[in-house]
């Protein structure tokens, strides 16, 4: 049956969260913006509500949640909302949660999921894009070749989100032309963790470019063991998981602009009154919710076990677009205001061109 | 729980529209297109068949779907087919039972019979609150009078079967919004005549009427709502809301409707390209897709946008929610995104686009009349922008 209502637990989730974005990552966005920090109590705090680790089962120590694409999504709406870098960074362990938990072995759960259900924040990362202009998720430059009882992992990564706090990240590599994982722990010989990236935008998102040279790692650590991982699964989840962002992003811009549009007078009234800026307006939540409603379908198709890899890539392209479009027009309404760094609507803007770009930076 | 898996029974009346779509209605779709005001006898009883499958029209999500595929089969032709159509709709939603009773129990009949709905006048299209015809109550009896243009179905509710429409009037011109009440008008009602029969740049299996009232007369219990007109207070226009609550209804329907024509094209085109050997790479990064890709890509999700919200819409009016907004959204939507991706696909096919040896230019020209019928784009964007900016219309006009 048709159905647009999420859960009563889904909303009782999504309500824990929105509160969250709206007291703690709304307090402090502009700030962790300019100085590229975000305070470690916001951080604990998030991991408190357990979005990283309410999926892991009893047995491995976590609270034994159901894991589900469509919860996932709509929890990465509310924190991209409240800010996209510190959602980003709250949800980054699960980029090596969650292939684990899916695709890892029985010896990869038991060494690293226990890991990620203690009290504190525990950073873990995955890495996928590369410093190319025609970077491919299914064509890396990376690459990973058997070498007796291990993998030899060489190439250069680039946007790998908390690498230098990570206690592992997983190395998306070509093997023979395929793209699987490889877990390298921390301090392997032969991962090198550059300097931190200075980007357009997600400024408080601390992210590292990695070089791989000749980092040999054993043969239990390529993910899910001899039958590898199921990739294409892997990059959908993050599309959705990327897209759901994009529309968070989006409607925190939509609703500054929509706010202000209202208040401000020019020529007598608000220029929201206004044709020109209404229809901005209106056209703008017409796409955030098609693009959400989008979101939604390719999720639950997951969540089904279906292959989404059409659905999935169009709501991707889809929301890249709208998301510029929606933070452009919120710098566009607020005019030379929406051009200072007193108002949001410009971190939006930044934050919101780098969706075309991001790629495997977000998983649910 | 979030769910869009139709039911087995969603499927199965679905695929009996798409078929019927593909066996009655493509074979014959350039002739209706060609020969604009023939009737298509031997479809209209071909239709007749199809309300054992929950019939043409409905306002559910099935009914939507279904509604889909027949304009994906043929969008003048679905508009052509038997059946209470907006005016019946009119009288749902805000008829009493006895009404709906006494008007609606023709569609279930053997014969085929149509509803239409009259709003447009010569002078005033989107701006409604402004129609010159008028009804005036002598005893026990309203007595219509005025002009009504673009009223699909028109001749064949009026004259072909024993079908109604629904005009609206106003019972009092100085009460503005407030005196403007819906009337039904039943076929061989003395004093209604059908006249000019639009010739139209798509959908022309779809009879397009006017309708002059000259002193029609009729009972007074054909009012649908209260007769009362609130004069104390000419800014309360809730009477006037609840009536026009029936185009909350029947936007997702339109919204079907032109995403109906849009998969049809859409369709075309890649089946074009298959045959060709032109594959869509979905998820290949954007910067290594060829032009083609990407505008199939963004023909595709463009439909998808638009059926999402058109879904939304239908999906809240079932479980009686208010969608004012929602059906809105859906409409401006499907009407912009059919256009784009008909006009798209005459582009990439070339000349089999622009071509009459295929349906593609046709399909084009029939989408546009999503993007104008039941609100105008530019008036649904206003309904939206007036909605969520929490603005009345003097606040944003």
Redesign the interface.
């Given at each position: 049956?048709?159905?647009?209502?999420?859960?009563e637990e889904?909303q009782m989730i999504v309500n824990m969260v929105k509160q969250f974005a709206t007291d703690e990552m709304r307090k402090v966005y502009r700030e962790c913006d300019e100085n590229g920090e975000i305070p470690q109590k916001v951080i604990e705090t998030a991991w408190g509500l357990g979005l990283v680790s309410s999926c892991i089962p009893e047995s491995y120590g976590g609270a034994g949640g159901e894991r589900s694409v469509?919860t996932g999504v709509l929890i990465a709406e509310e924190l991209a909302w409240g800010d996209l870098s510190m959602a980003m960074h709250v949800l980054c362990p699960s980029l090596f949660v969650l292939p684990i938990l899916e695709m890892g072995t029985e010896q990869q759960k038991k060494k690293y999921l226990p890991l990620f259900c203690g009290a504190k924040f525990t950073a873990a990362t995955a890495a996928l894009v590369e410093p190319k202009?025609?970077?491919?998720?299914?064509a890396l430059s990376t690459t990973a070749s058997k070498n007796g009882d291990s993998y030899v992992l060489n190439g250069e990564k680039c946007f790998v989100p908390l690498a230098a706090e990570s206690e592992a990240i997983l190395v998306y590599a070509a093997e023979d032309g395929q793209t699987q994982g490889f877990i390298v722990d921390k301090g392997t010989p032969g991962l090198e963790i550059k300097e931190r990236e200075k980007n357009m935008g997600i400024k408080a998102l601390a992210t590292y470019e990695l070089a791989l040279k000749d980092c040999r790692v054993p043969r239990e650590n390529r993910l899910g063991g001899d039958k590898g991982c199921d990739f294409?699964r892997l990059?959908n989840c993050s599309r959705v998981a990327l897209a759901a962002m994009a529309v968070g992003v989006a409607k925190a811009s939509y609703e500054y602009a929509?706010d202000y549009?209202?208040t401000r007078v020019a020529f007598g009234e608000?220029i929201?009154?206004r044709?020109a800026i209404?229809?901005m307006?209106?056209?703008t939540?017409?796409?955030i919710?098609?693009?959400r409603?989008?979101v939604?379908?390719a999720a639950?198709?997951l969540d089904k076990k279906m292959e989404a890899?059409?659905?999935?890539?169009?709501?991707k392209?889809?929301a890249?677009d709208m998301v510029m479009t929606a933070t452009d027009r919120g710098v566009q309404i607020l005019g030379g205001h929406g051009y200072v760094r007193e108002h949001p609507v410009e971190l939006w803007f930044r934050n919101g061109r780098g969706f075309?770009t991001f790629?495997g930076m977000a998983m649910v | 729980?979030?769910?869009?898996?139709?039911?087995p029974e969603e499927k199965t009346t679905i695929e009996a529209a798409h078929k019927f779509a593909e066996e009655f209605m493509r074979p014959i779709s350039r002739y209706y297109d060609e020969h604009e005001h023939e009737e298509p006898e031997e479809f209209i009883q071909k239709s007749m068949g199809l309300r054992s499958q929950g019939g043409v029209f409905g306002l559910g999500?099935a009914a939507a779907l279904r509604v889909e595929e027949y304009c994906w089969g043929d969008a003048g032709l679905m508009l052509a087919m038997p059946g209470p159509g907006l005016g019946g709709a009119a009288v749902f939603a805000s008829g009493t039972r006895e009404q709906i009773e006494r008007f609606l129990k023709r569609y279930g009949e053997d014969k085929p019979c149509w509803g239409a709905m009259a709003m447009t006048e010569p002078h005033c299209g989107s701006d409604t609150a402004a129609i010159n015809t008028t009804a005036v109550r002598e005893d026990n009896e309203w007595v219509i009078n005025g002009e009504k243009i673009f009223v699909t179905a028109g001749k064949r509710a009026m004259e072909k079967s024993n079908g109604l429409t629904v005009v609206w009037a106003t019972v009092d011109k100085t009460a503005g919004r407030a005196g403007m009440k819906p009337f039904v008008v039943e076929a061989g009602t003395p004093g209604v005549k059908v006249e000019k029969q639009e010739k139209k740049l798509g959908i022309r299996a779809s009879d397009t009427v006017t309708l002059v009232f000259d002193n029609c007369r009729i009972p007074f219990d054909n009012i649908l709502g209260s007769p009362e007109v609130r004069k104390v207070d000419k800014t309360d226009t809730s009477g006037f809301k609840k009536a026009m609550a029936t185009f909350d209804a029947t936007r997702p329907i339109i919204a079907a409707m032109a995403i109906g024509v849009a998969r049809a094209a859409l369709d075309f085109v890649k089946e074009t390209l298959e045959k060709e050997g032109v594959k869509i790479r979905?998820?290949?990064?954007?910067?290594?897709l060829t032009a083609l890709e990407r505008d199939v890509?963004?023909m595709?999700?463009q439909y998808?946008?638009?059926k999402?919200?058109m879904?939304?819409a239908v999906?809240?009016m079932s479980?009686f929610q208010p969608n004012n907004l929602?059906s809105s959204?859906a409409k401006?939507?499907a009407g912009l995104a059919a256009t784009r991706i008909t006009q798209k696909a005459v582009e990439i096919l070339g000349p089999l686009g622009y071509s009459r040896k295929y349906l593609v230019e046709k399909w084009m020209r029939d989408a546009k009349i999503n993007d104008i019928f039941e609100g105008t784009g530019q008036i649904n964007?206003?309904v939206?922008?007036?909605r969520?900016?929490d603005?009345t219309r003097e606040?944003?006009?």
């Open positions: 049956m048709i159905s647009f209502s999420p859960t889904q469509l202009f025609n970077f491919d998720p299914n294409n990059l929509r549009a209202k608000p929201a009154s044709q209404a229809f307006l209106a056209e939540a017409i796409e919710d098609a693009t409603l989008m939604w379908e639950w198709m890899t059409r659905e999935a890539s169009l709501v392209f889809y890249d075309a790629d | 729980m979030i769910d869009f898996e139709l039911s999500v979905y998820g290949l990064p954007r910067q290594k890509m963004e595709e999700s998808k946008a638009a999402m919200l879904l939304r999906w809240m479980q929602e959204m401006v939507k964007m206003l939206v922008a007036r969520i900016l603005f606040q944003l006009k």
